[in-house]
C-alpha cells in the first residue's frame, strides 16, 4: 500500500486475517478510512497522522490481544477532530490529551464514564449517544460546556437528562430518539436559540407536558419579538415626517 499516495478513501471490512507489512505501510493519509472487523490490522499507517478515526465492533476484538496491540498505536491523538468509537472506549482514560476533538460518537456501550475524565476536552461541539442500554442518568456533569449538539438515540433506559447550564445560549442542537423511559430534561426551557429541536419516539407523557411549555414559552417570545417589531415600525412611520420637517427646517437656517 506505500505506493497508493493518492488515495482519497480506504475501506476494509470482515477481513480477519488481513495483516500489512512495515515495509507496505501508507505513505500517506487518505481523507476518509473504516476499517471494521479486522483485528489483524494492528499497524498500517502513522496514527498521529489521522484526523478521523471510526472503529467498529470494539466489543468483539476487546477479548483479542490485537486489539491491545490496536490500541496500544493510539498514544497520540493530539490531531483527532472527529472521533467515533463503540462498545469499547475506556483506553481514553489512558490517553493524556485530546486537545481539538470536535465530535464524539458512542454507540453500544452499557457504561458511559464522566465526559470530565478526558483531559482537556476543551474544545468538543458535538456528542452523539446512541444504542446505550442500562444508562438511566445523564446529568450535566457528564457534559462539557462547550457543546452545541446533543443527540440521544435509543437509550432506551434513560428517564433523566441535565443540559450545562454554561452552555445553553450557545446550544443549538437537541435530538432525543427512542427513549420511552425519558421523565425529565432540565435545561430545555432555557434553551433559546435552539436551530434543531427533535423529539421522537419518546412516549413519557409528563416529558411531552414538559416540551410543550417550553414550546408554548418559544412561541410567547417569538409573538412577543413581533409585536415589539411591529410597534417599533408604527413608532418609525408616525415620526419620519415630523423628523423629515425639523431636518428641512434646520437645512433652511
Known sequence: ???LASLNKLSIKDCARLQIMAEDLLSSMPDEVEI????????WCQIQRINCIEVASGNKLTTS???ENVMHEF???????HLYFGNHWRFFLRRDSIPILEELTIWGCTDIPPLFSLPRLTSLRSLVIKDCPRIHCLPSYLLPSTLKSLVVDNCEDLT???LAQENLDAFEELQLMNCPKLE???GVNCLFFTKILRIERCL??????MIDSHLF?????LQVAILAFWLIAKLIIVLAPTALFLYLSLQRK
Open 65 to 67: 490481544n490485537t486489539w
Open 1 to 3: 500500500m506505500q505506493y
Open 36 to 43: 471494521v472487523d479486522c483485528p489483524g490490522l494492528s499497524n
Open 204 to 209: 413519557n407523557s409528563s416529558f411531552h407536558k
Open 75 to 81: 498514544d497520540d491523538l493530539t490531531s483527532v477532530e
Open 184 to 186: 425529565r430534561v432540565e
Open 217 to 221: 414559552l418559544q412561541m410567547s417570545k
Open 160 to 162: 433523566f437528562l441535565r
